[in-house]
């Protein structure tokens, strides 16, 4: 049983007993459920914005522990202050340390887009991102039919929450329903967890062009932001650079000042 199969099948587990906890009609009397969310894919697009999904994300199976003492609070707040488009927060616990409790803290402190990170398996979960406060929830292709992305899609639409589709191959292009806005491309592979970075570069003319596009794992430089950029990516979501640092949120201001001071080089000499 590889990693991603591993994780699905825990994951139905968790639901189950989730749901017997909290039932659907406990979810609806959330503060969250009947607010309006924000949209995820106009952020992106923001000219005034970097691009960047700045990630919350304490630990995962490929690098175990990456910031045990996290401080959700003082980095969402951070992440936002220092320009970034929207913050993903991941809220499985048993693979990646994290919990609900972390999404709603960043919706509390925080205006921008929020991203639940999550492996969604079943409706209750997209009701369940409406109540704790997501804009925006992940569907991955890798462990849904086409069927069930068309379905998931339909119900996130419904409750005003917009879905970023993640594929990793060309095989699971077939599978974008035409309700997703946003296509994201994970350049990790979720079965033997090995990044390449190539995975974003030789998919990007295959996607519709009409989708806003996002490369996620493995972005580390601001070289790779310029480079996708110009391929038609706008997104970039970063989990793990940010992360090992101390204070997350003053890797990515950094990141974002350079990234924003490259562009502004780059755009002069163009104009000259």
């Given at each position: 049983?590889?990693?991603l199969?591993k ?8 639901v189950?007993?989730?749901k017997k ?5 406990l ?5 969250y459920f ?8 106009k952020y992106l ?15 995962s ?13 003082k ?7 220092a320009?970034?488009s ?11 340390g994290g ?20 492996f ?26 086409k069927?069930?992305?068309n ?11 917009e ?14 329903s035409?309700k997703?806005?946003?296509?994201g ?13 190539n995975t ?15 490369a ?10 310029l480079k ?20 997350p ?10 990234l ?13």
């Amino acid at each position: 049983m590889n990693t991603l199969e591993k994780i699905i099948a825990t994951k139905k587990l968790e639901v189950e007993e989730t749901k017997k906890l909290y039932p659907t009609k406990l979810l609806e009397q959330s503060l969250y459920f009947n607010t309006s969310t924000v949209s995820l894919n106009k952020y992106l697009l923001r000219k005034d914005k970097s691009g960047i999904i700045a990630e919350i994300k304490k630990q995962s199976p490929s690098k175990g522990i990456i910031n045990k003492y996290l401080n959700v609070e003082k980095t969402s707040i951070g992440y936002m202050q220092a320009g970034a488009s929207a913050i993903s927060v991941l809220t499985d616990k048993t693979f990646f340390g994290g919990c609900n409790e972390d999404l709603r803290i960043a919706r509390k402190f925080n205006f921008c887009p929020i991203l639940r990170k999550e492996f969604i398996i079943d409706e209750y979960q997209i009701i369940e991102a409406k109540s704790i406060g997501a804009d925006a929830i992940l569907l991955i292709a890798a462990c849904l039919t086409k069927t069930e992305i068309n379905s998931f899609t339909n119900l996130a639409a419904g409750l005003g929450l917009e879905v970023l589709l993640e594929i990793h191959d060309e095989t699971e292009i077939e599978k974008t329903s035409s309700k997703t806005n946003i296509i994201g491309i994970n350049n990790r592979n979720l079965k033997t967890l090995k990044i390449d970075l190539n995975t974003s570069f030789n998919l990007a003319d295959k996607l519709p062009k009409e989708k806003t596009k996002v490369a996620e794992s493995g972005i580390e430089t601001i070289e790779n932001i310029l480079k996708l950029k110009k391929i038609g990516y706008s997104g970039f979501l970063i989990g793990s650079h940010f992360m090992k640092h101390p204070e997350p949120s003053l890797a990515c201001k950094e990141f974002i000042t350079s990234l924003q001071n490259e562009t502004i080089k780059k755009n002069l000499s163009y104009a000259n």
